[in-house]
């Protein structure tokens, strides 16, 4: 009797609504058509015009106020000639979306005819109302003012819609007291401390060829599909983005029949569509494939600068999200859409590269690149060591709390993986065996060559956090849902702070006069020894690696609220302002802003399960005892399932009386009081209502049953 339809669902998408594959040679036209390029602005600006603004991309250098109109003016002829006809700031408050509010181009005048309007004051500056963004206290309710300011090192693009598209301008978003009120502002205040550090060392190595440096970003995507019929039948996926219920279904992923198999066309048909609009938008995608779990795919791009790739993966997130409906899809970006099967992450692999395109993680051809390399990768291994709890908390949410240190995806210890190889060569400096063969003892210190690392050194252990991958690292313990800037900006920050130190001590020994490779290899063996407790390569799922975790003395942090604890800490403030990332203030806003996040998403999620429990659930096995009574045959069938039915739905009922009680108490006034009571009261109260609802599942009969079951969204392809 239910309104769903799971043979509809399946055919529930049809191919005439479906925009052709552009052909390859297309895709080199398309790509970055819908972005204002360095390139097309040249075009558009005169020399000294474009000179003036070019340094201000590149190097840093503030915006000349002269030339606001002039740029203003070329953007907006671009925009209208791409059919723009509005244009909007666009940024990523503190809720980890983005932002947007639409200007027309065109002003009514009082002759009743309309002016295009948008100079250069539009352009720098605007102030859209921010009295219902999150701000953590920053911003005193009387002043709801914000202000938006222009990025022009993330460059203007142009969004797209079904009848029209929008000017967007990437800007950082600000309280007028000078406060970020945003995610992008400490990411480019880290990228800046990052180039700081990093030149200053390359300087000592006495390399001057590089004059800025960034961190490079490439972010891997994992999301699953489900049908658009099933969706809006769950107002648990509606509401809090993941299944409150779900019993499992006969078969989940074990036959590891989905991982990389043979996408089906309904499915190849929307990605490629999305990446047709992406290109347009200059995000260099580049693989696409089945991931674990059924329903569940990936995609990844080629890694950019890593304010760009920030940018970019919100509105990656964005085109899958809107695409999917075109093919009678919804994506789920949520960390554990379904309990059971796999959940998804966002693996952001990070490197430094400098403007004459060097990547500091990749082992060099020389001895002198190689111990350069060498000490990179020291400061990095430092620096998650002693930051630990930083990153684990640029990654701490409700949802994610689901997946990290829940036996599948990376636990929630951070520790490093190095390879074999690395290891070797840290393992030999440690007890100074030097290098291999003929060419042992270069160095004197036994630095000497590196044996040849692989390039692309296969990455063999998908369970640690944090994985040296070849040329880069992979930090594996983002969530699919969140915004990369976080745990980028804390990335930057720490091994800012690790490279300076270093460089500092590196330093000292030269003032001592040691001679500069005897120093070097001193330094990276003290570093190493210092921190190789961050070093794990075993299995990071194991019960023995929590032991051997805990010998170690490394932090294990298991829920966000643990986490988040540690984000206003002494160590963490004062580093945040060394390096002008965030200041006091601001850490202990977004602080408060990560409780009440915490707080509000599982509060959502305890009344949701009250609610599908109460209205929808109990009703439908009380609706199924009913029918039993009514079968009128004394059978051992009927009375046996009478039975258990009946125990079960009390059970649910007693567990359901239980999270009303905690649904209604909120643990305290404190933002963090009413976290920890949600973590601590109404997620256990919320599991004990689905344990019977799922025991349901499988006893009452499906007429009844008021929900679509995995069974059903997970095959549906
Ligand atoms: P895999 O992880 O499957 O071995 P790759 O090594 O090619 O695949 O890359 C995975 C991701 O890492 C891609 O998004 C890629 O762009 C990114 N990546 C590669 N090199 C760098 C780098 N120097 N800095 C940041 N990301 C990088
Ligand atoms: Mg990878």
Not at 45 to 63: C, D, H, M, N, Y
Not at 196 to 215: C, I, M, N
Request: with cysteine; glycine share 6%; charged share 20%.
């Amino acid at each position: 009797n239910h309104d769903f339809d799971v043979v509809s669902a399946a055919r529930n998408w049809r191919l005439d609504s479906v925009t052709p594959a552009t052909p390859a040679a297309v895709v080199g036209e398309l790509f970055a058509s819908d972005v204002l390029t360095l390139d097309e602005l040249r075009h558009r600006l005169s020399k000294p015009v474009f000179r003036s603004l070019q340094s201000t991309i590149e190097g840093g250098a503030t915006l000349d106020p002269a030339i606001a109109d002039t740029v203003a003016l070329a953007m907006k002829t671009w925009a209208m000639e791409k059919g723009a006809t509005h244009y909007t700031h666009w940024f990523q408050p503190l809720t980890g979306y983005t932002a947007e509010k639409h200007d027309s181009f065109l002003s009514p005048t009082s002759e009743g005819s309309a002016i295009a309007q948008f100079g250069g004051k539009e352009l720098i500056q605007a102030e859209p109302d921010a009295s219902s963004f999150p701000s953590g206290g920053l911003r005193a309710t009387f002043e709801a003012r914000g202000y938006t300011a222009w990025d022009p090192s993330s460059p203007a693009f142009i969004m797209r819609h079904a009848n029209g598209a929008t000017l967007c301008i990437p800007t950082a978003f600000a309280s007028w007291t000078g406060e970020a009120l945003d995610l992008k502002t400490p990411l480019l205040r880290s990228v800046e401390a990052l180039n700081k550090s990093v030149l200053k060392a390359l300087d000592l190595f006495g390399h001057t060829e590089s004059r800025r440096v960034v961190s490079t970003l490439g972010a891997e995507q994992e999301y699953f599909l489900i049908a658009e019929e099933y969706y809006y039948r769950r107002p648990d996926l509606v509401m809090s983005g993941r299944t409150l219920f779900g019993a499992q279904p006969p078969k989940g992923q074990e036959l590891e029949d989905h991982y990389f198999g043979a996408i089906p066309d309904r499915v190849l048909s929307f990605m490629t569509d999305a990446e047709m609009q992406m290109y347009a938008l200059g995000i260099p995608v580049k693989t696409r494939h089945n991931e674990v779990a059924p329903g569940q795919f990936e995609i990844a791009p080629i890694f950019e600068h890593s304010n760009v790739a920030a940018d970019h993966q919100q509105l990656v997130m964005q085109i899958l999200r809107n695409t999917a409906r075109k093919y009678g899809l919804v994506c789920l970006l949520h960390e554990k859409p379904f309990a059971g099967v796999n959940g998804s992450g966002k693996h952001c692999n990070w490197s430094m590269g400098t403007d004459i395109g060097l990547n500091l993680l990749e082992p060099g051809d020389t001895p002198h690149e190689n111990v350069q390399f060498l000490f990179f990768c020291a400061a990095v291994i430092k620096a998650v060591d002693l930051h630990q709890d930083l990153l684990r908390v640029s990654v701490a949410s409700a949802s994610n709390d689901h997946r990290l240190g829940a036996n599948e995806a990376p636990p929630a210890i951070i520790s490093i993986f190095l390879g074999e190889e690395l290891t070797d060569i840290f393992n030999r400096l440690e007890s100074g065996q030097g290098g291999r063969g003929a060419e042992a003892g270069v160095l004197g210190l036994g630095v000497s060559v590196l044996p040849p690392l692989p390039r692309h050194a296969g990455d063999r252990n998908r369970t640690s956090p944090f994985a040296f991958t070849g040329n880069k690292f992979e930090f594996r313990a983002a969530g699919s849902s969140q915004s990369i800037s976080m745990p980028i900006t804390v990335l930057n920050t720490i091994v800012a702070d690790a490279v300076s130190t270093l460089t500092e001590q590196l330093q000292a020994k030269l003032a001592a006069s040691q001679e500069f490779d005897a120093a070097l290899a001193e330094l990276i063996r003290e570093t190493y020894v210092q921190h190789k407790r961050i070093v794990f390569d075993g299995d990071g799922y194991s019960e023995a690696w929590h032991q051997e975790a805990e010998r170690r003395g490394l932090l294990n942090l298991r829920t966000a609220l643990d986490a988040i604890e540690q984000l206003g800490s002494d160590k963490n403030v004062a580093l945040f302002e060394k390096f002008n990332v965030l200041s006091q203030r601001e850490v202990e806003a977004r602080q408060e802003i990560m409780y009440d996040i915490y707080f509000k998403t599982v509060n959502i999620e305890g009344e949701t399960t009250e609610y599908i429990a109460q209205t929808q659930i109990l009703p439908a096995a009380l609706s199924y005892l009913k029918d039993l009574s009514a079968v009128g045959v004394k059978s051992r069938a009927v009375e046996g399932t009478t039975d258990e039915v009946t125990r079960v739905v009390d059970d649910l009922y007693d567990a359901l009386q239980i999270l009303r009680e905690h649904n209604a108490a909120l643990g305290g006034e404190e933002v963090h009081q009413k976290a920890h009571h949600m973590r601590d009261h109404v997620l256990p109260a919320m599991q004990a209502v689905r344990q019977a609802a799922d025991k349901l599942e499988r006893i009452v009969s499906e007429q009844h049953w008021p929900l679509p079951s995995y069974r059903q969204m997970l095959f549906v392809k």
